[in-house]
């Protein structure tokens, strides 16, 4: 596709349930974030990957927060045992290129909206 | 990283300029100032970036202070569609490759 997919759009779970959320990055792109949105808020950053290396996940909130990208393309995040505090939008977005050029555009997924009941 | 200061909200009338200010006192001298805007139910959408120069896209403008202390982000001709969150955010040239979001600006426009 032209752009960043993520699946699904909306995901209700119930507490304690494990959800995964799916992106599909623009091919050809290397680097692939995931950030949370609280209503009302702005995203805030949770993982970065560059191809499938895993370069920095010090924005997930707990232990139960989980993120893989094995073949360098798609990326699966997955939350375990629910709870509320986890409802928000998940957004996925990638950009070209690697570390050592930044200073390009990001392009974002239309988010999943997770709510925990 | 270095923080931006954005007004809540702004209000504009369709097919008027619109210019959204950034405070940015302390940004350092490696850092890009980007700006994004996200539509309702939208993921966010890259509208421009700059360094010291004014920039220019078919989007909009980037106007930056001569100290880079402050920058706006011009709309030339404000359209319904433009409604949207626009955030100002400062990014470092080096390994400082994710975005730090603020609360942004809520962009109203009237027809």
């Known amino acids: 596709g032209a752009g960043v997919s993520q699946s699904p759009r909306y995901k209700v779970a119930k507490r304690g349930q494990d959800v995964a959320l799916r992106c599909d990055p623009i091919?050809?792109?290397?680097?692939l974030f995931w950030y949370q949105q609280a209503l009302g808020q702005g995203p805030e950053f949770l993982t970065y990957f560059q191809n499938e290396a895993q370069l920095d996940k010090s924005g997930l909130p707990s232990d139960r927060f989980f993120a893989e990208r094995p073949e360098g393309s798609v990326s699966t995040l997955k939350i375990q045992r629910t709870q509320q505090e986890d409802s928000a939008v998940y957004l996925c977005?990638?950009?070209?290129?690697?570390?050592?050029?930044?200073?390009?555009?990001?392009?974002f997924g239309q988010g999943t909206r997770l709510t925990v009941v | 990283d270095a923080k931006t200061t954005q007004p809540n909200s702004m209000e504009s009338n369709e097919e008027e300029p619109v210019h959204l200010p950034c405070n940015h006192s302390?940004?350092?001298?490696?850092?890009?100032i980007h700006w994004y805007r996200q539509l309702p139910s939208q993921g966010p959408e890259y509208v421009i970036h700059g360094l010291t120069s004014n920039v220019n896209n078919r989007m909009a403008s980037l106007a930056i202070a001569e100290d880079r202390k402050s920058s706006t982000l011009i709309l030339h001709r404000a359209t319904l569609r433009d409604a949207a969150v626009y955030y100002c955010i400062l990014k470092g040239a080096g390994s400082n490759y994710k975005l730090t979001f603020g609360k942004g600006t809520l962009l109203t426009v009237n027809p």
């Open positions: 091919s050809g792109h290397v680097s």
């Open positions: 302390t940004i350092s001298g490696t850092d890009y």
């Open positions: 977005a990638s950009s070209v290129p690697g570390r050592k050029k930044m200073n390009t555009e990001a392009f």
